[in-house]
């Protein structure tokens, strides 16, 4: 399990909003190639909705869809993995008024899976992703 508080200078609407943007997330992640190959392609992504990835990481090509399994403007929302390579992939987004701006609190919940190699594998995935949030 992973967990990052990150303080913000703005407003927890604007923040809320910033964190469901497809744009902005393909934005961060160009290091990585990732691109949008299905679902929501744009814009804010919402409840219920998917949107399915594409990207590099560790040299290999990746696919995962996510859906938003939880969502409660502009407090939270969950995204989880409904296809892809891990056994489970939960990311739980938070936030709240604090200082006059926000607290944004990210939640992830990463298996590789992969047999008896993925317990000493989700320990690399865990710091990895802290890299990437």
Known sequence: MLRIVTDIAAPVERCFDLSRSID???ESMVASKERVV???????????????WQARHFGIQWHMTSRITAFEPPHRFVDEMVRGPFAAFRHEHRFAAHGGGTRMTDV?????GWGPIGPVADPAAAAYLRRLL
């Open 38 to 52: 299905g679902g929501v392609t744009s814009g804010l992504i919402g409840a219920d909705q998917e949107v399915s």
């Open 108 to 112: 992830v919940d990463v298996r590789m």
């Open 24 to 26: 902005l997330h393909l």
